[in-house]
């Protein structure tokens, strides 16, 4: 018995210094340890021996049982500060290393040019608002003092939503005009930038998709002067302080008077260059005075109050501004050319 011990204990140190990791301990501790392992058997059997072997025996089994468990124990502590060590040795940093470079986006240039109108006119104390795309054809046209018969309500113009023809996407931001004279009581003075939609084929300068940035304000003794005044302030702030601007008579259903707005050329100073065409200007918006029937749509009490108006397109602007010359540019998000505005 005392032999068969001394084998079992030898065996079970063997098998625990060979053991290289977690799991084939845990087998040893079953195969050694367990139930239906020798120590057991050996501990069951001493039952059978007379007293004074028993005793001795006893006392040598718990030892050896006690000696496998502690050597189990420590191999168990040799192998987990094996496995930390190699795992730390596989996640070592090197913190000298160069670090990957983690290229950062930049904003697009139509936002660019949102982004620069909306803070020279918030600097103004204009308010920004923004209003759906889809919106009523009241509210893109007939409140807009549209003629039924305007070549721009035609379905070949104007992207309808419903077969009454009295939903539309907006073809421009002037819609938020009208919500606004509607919901507002003056005096105010908004600007409203955007996304409006026509069917236009696309071309280098067409895009059935495409921004707008509008403006409004209404209050007592509005006149065109403060128009002029606004919209050169903004030139100047938008395209340089030697900016000059020029009005020259247009139409607008909602505006009378109506202006569309010249900037000098900001390429050549207005000697005339390949950007103005020779001419040394640049359109770059309409506006007017807001017309009584307009303000007549919010209830606004006209023999008191006026307003000016003016609409422009952000793409243009964009265009011009940064010398792009194909307009679908700006969608296709192409990264070598949207990288050039970072
Ligand atoms: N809505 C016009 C367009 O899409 C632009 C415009 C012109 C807006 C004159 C205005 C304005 O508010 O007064 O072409």
Known sequence: MKERLECVLKEAMEEIQAASDLQSLEKIRVKYLGKKGPMVEI???????????????????????????????????TIEEQVFLERMQKEKVDVTEPGKK???GGLHPITMVIEEVLDIFKAM????KEGPLADTTFNAFDGLNSPVTHPSRDITDTFYLNDSLDKCL???TSTVQIRTLKESKPPFKMVSPGRCFRCDTPDATHSPMFHQIEGMIVDEGIT???????????????FGEETRTKFRPHHFPFTEPSAEMDVSCFKCGGKGCSLCKGSGWIEILGCGMIH???LAVGNIDTERYTGFAFGMGVERIAMLKYGIEDIRNFYENDMRFLRQFK
């Open 43 to 77: 501990l069951k059997s001493l039952g059978k021996l007379p007293p004074e072997e028993k005793k001795e025996l006893g006392k040598l089994a718990n030892i050896a049982k006690n000696n496998i468990d502690s050597n189990l124990e420590a191999k168990k502590h």
């Open 102 to 104: 983690i290229e950062i």
């Open 125 to 128: 104390g204009y308010e920004v």
């Open 170 to 172: 907006r073809p421009h």
């Open 224 to 238: 065109m002067t403060d128009l002029k005044g606004t919209l050169d302030r903004m030139a100047k702030a938008l």
């Open 292 to 294: 009584p029937n307009v």
